[in-house]
C-alpha cells in the first residue's frame, strides 16, 4: 500500500495530477518478421504517454536475449546514446541484433538502479520486449527474472478494441494485489536522431491508467489505440532495498497493438 502511495504522490508532484509514470523503453519499430534482418533496439528511461522529462540511464546489470530457451549476452554490444526528450536529454543505449532464424526472440534488460530525488527511493524496472520472425515458438514461457509479466496473450500481435491478459510473476510465482501502470508510446520516435518528436497528439488521461493483478498474478486491460504498449507492475520484484534506500523493483512488458483490418 506504501508503494500505491508513494506512485500517487509523485505523479501528482511531478505534473499536478495528470497522467505520469516512468517506463523503461526496450524499443525496436517492428516486432513481426517475415525475413532476417538486423533490428535497431534503443533503451531509454522516460515519461512516454505524456511525453515527459527523459532520465540517466546507468550502465544496465544484464541485456539478454533468449531464443529457443538459450540466453545470449548482449551487454557487450550496447553503445551509449543520448536520447533526445521533448524537454531535455538523457543518456540510454543502442544496439542492433541480427534475426535469422524463425522462433521467437524475447529481449531482457535489467537496468542499474535509478534513484528518484522527489521520492528518495530507487527504481529498477525489469523489461522484456518481443519480436518474432514467422513461427510462434515461446513466446509464453517465462524467463526466469526476478520479477516478469508472462503474456498471456502474444505480445507482438494484439489488436484495437481486443484485450491483453498478463501475468506477473515475482521469484517465478504468481503475485497478487500489485499495481500495474499502463502507458503507450505517445510521441513518434526519430530513430536515427535518439528523439521522440516534440508533438505528441495521442490522448493522455486525466490520472494513471492502472490494473491491479488478482490472487494469481493476473491482469486484464482492454486495448483502445494502435502502438507500442507498455505495463509495468510496481514494487513487484523480491529486492526491496538498494544502497541504504527503499528500491521499487518493477516489472515491465511492452506489447504492440494494430487496427484490426
Ligand atoms: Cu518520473
Excluded at 490494473?211 to 510496481?234: E, H, K, M, Q, Y
Aim: glycine share 10%; net charge negative.
Amino acid at each position: 500500500m506504501k508503494k500505491l502511495l508513494a506512485g500517487a504522490a509523485i505523479a501528482t508532484i511531478a505534473l499536478s495530477g495528470a497522467a505520469q509514470a516512468h517506463f523503461q523503453l526496450l524499443y525496436t519499430p517492428d516486432v513481426m518478421l517475415d525475413s532476417a534482418q538486423e533490428i535497431p533496439l534503443k533503451l531509454m528511461f522516460g515519461h512516454p504517454m505524456e511525453n515527459g522529462h527523459a532520465m540517466d540511464m546507468g550502465s544496465p546489470e544484464a541485456f539478454d536475449v533468449y531464443f529457443k530457451g538459450k540466453k545470449t549476452d548482449l551487454l557487450p554490444t550496447l553503445d551509449p546514446i543520448i536520447w533526445k526528450g521533448a524537454h531535455n536529454e538523457a543518456k540510454g543505449f543502442e544496439t542492433t541484433y541480427k534475426i535469422k532464424r524463425n522462433g521467437d526472440y524475447i529481449f531482457a534488460l535489467t537496468p542499474a538502479p535509478y534513484y528518484e530525488s522527489s521520492e528518495d527511493i530507487y527504481i529498477q524496472q525489469i523489461t522484456k520486449s518481443f519480436v518474432n520472425k514467422a513461427m510462434p515458438v515461446d513466446w509464453a514461457e517465462p524467463l526466469g527474472l526476478k520479477t516478469e509479466i508472462l503474456p498471456l496473450n502474444k505480445p507482438y500481435q494484439n489488436f484495437v478494441g481486443g484485450t491483453f491478459t498478463g501475468k506477473l510473476l515475482s521469484s517465478g510465482k504468481p503475485k497478487g494485489g500489485i499495481e500495474c501502470e499502463i502507458e503507450y508510446i505517445n510521441p513518434k520516435i526519430d530513430l536515427k536522431g535518439n528523439a521522440f518528436a516534440k508533438e505528441a497528439d495521442g490522448p493522455v488521461p486525466d490520472s494513471a491508467i492502472v490494473a491491479i493483478t488478482d490472487d494469481n498474478g493476473v491482469f486484464t486491460f482492454g486495448l483502445p489505440r494502435a502502438g507500442s504498449w507498455g505495463f509495468a507492475c510496481l514494487g513487484a520484484g523480491p529486492d526491496t532495498e538498494f544502497d541504504g534506500k527503499e528500491l521499487s523493483q518493477d516489472a515491465v512488458l511492452w506489447i504492440d497493438v494494430k487496427e484490426f483490418k
